[in-house]
């Protein structure tokens, strides 16, 4: 990987404050990207980039900071949308409101911020869009219904859009996590044996573990988002990248 193949260009990030997303910002910034952080409360930015506030479901609040975006920084050439949030709970228990917040954000937030910056990509005719879905996205996951569709449908999406930009010389992709070791995947563990569940499996909730004995670090789902972001995945476009240590059996 060239530690400067990002140098001089305008990469947003999503959900830039933690995790996957502060781990996308950092891995963009090491090699010479300038970034625009964004987040629900604001994000610290990597050095020579800017963080903003911003809710990713407000279409109006997007548009507003993509013009900042490009205003301030520069033309923007790669956006990463790797806000999320979890819901779990069966579906019986699951109210409107539980159900309604995991696709403003997973599924709503990835549309209104794609959409703005394909608006300033295909005048340019070059740019390059990642989406970090989910592997509960392909499999289903007893007790996240809301989680996963809303990730189903960011995936879709991102998919369909990568069709339309494609003669606009624009690529769109997705990455697909497992098990990853952020503050989302520890709030869901209720004591120390959380890690070792995970790895596990659970039989009874009919999910395997994970075949390579180990979850996920930000950085090695970063890492594959930053491919698909570079040049070197030139000729890949509506691609979903599966991350999570072969934990789906890639079904």
């Known amino acids: 990987m060239d530690a400067a193949e990002f140098t001089g260009r305008v990469a947003v ?42 809710d ?100 879709m999406f991102t998919k369909c859009l990568g069709l339309e930009l494609a003669a606009h010389g624009i690529r769109c992709n997705v990455v697909s996590p497992g098990s990853t070791d952020t503050p989302m995947q520890r709030g869901m563990w209720s004591d120390g044996t959380g890690l070792d569940a995970v790895i596990a499996g659970a039989p009874e909730l009919f999910k395997v573990g994970i075949p390579l004995g180990r979850i996920a670090d930000p950085v090695d789902v970063a890492d594959s988002v930053l491919f698909l972001l570079s040049d070197r995945a030139r000729h890949i476009t509506m691609h979903d990248l599966y991350v999570d240590g072969g934990a789906t059996l890639r079904a």
């Open 13 to 54: 990030v999503t959900g830039a404050a933690g995790g996957i997303g502060a781990a996308v910002a950092s891995g963009l910034a090491a090699r010479g990207a300038v970034v625009a952080a964004l987040d629900l409360d604001g994000a610290t930015a990597p050095a020579g980039g800017r963080g903003y506030a911003c």
């Open 56 to 155: 990713v479901a407000d279409s109006a609040a997007v548009d507003e900071v993509i013009a900042r975006v490009e205003a301030e920084l520069g033309p923007v050439a790669m956006l990463a949308n790797v806000a999320g949030v979890l819901a779990t709970g069966d579906v019986v228990d699951t109210s409107d409101a539980q159900w309604s917040r995991p696709f403003d954000v997973n599924a709503t937030g990835v549309f209104t911020v794609s959409r703005a910056v394909a608006r300033v990509m295909v005048p340019r005719g070059v740019g390059a869009i990642v989406t970090v879905g989910s592997n509960a996205a392909g499999v289903p996951r007893a007790s996240m219904a809301a989680y996963a569709a809303s990730k189903a449908a960011a995936t």
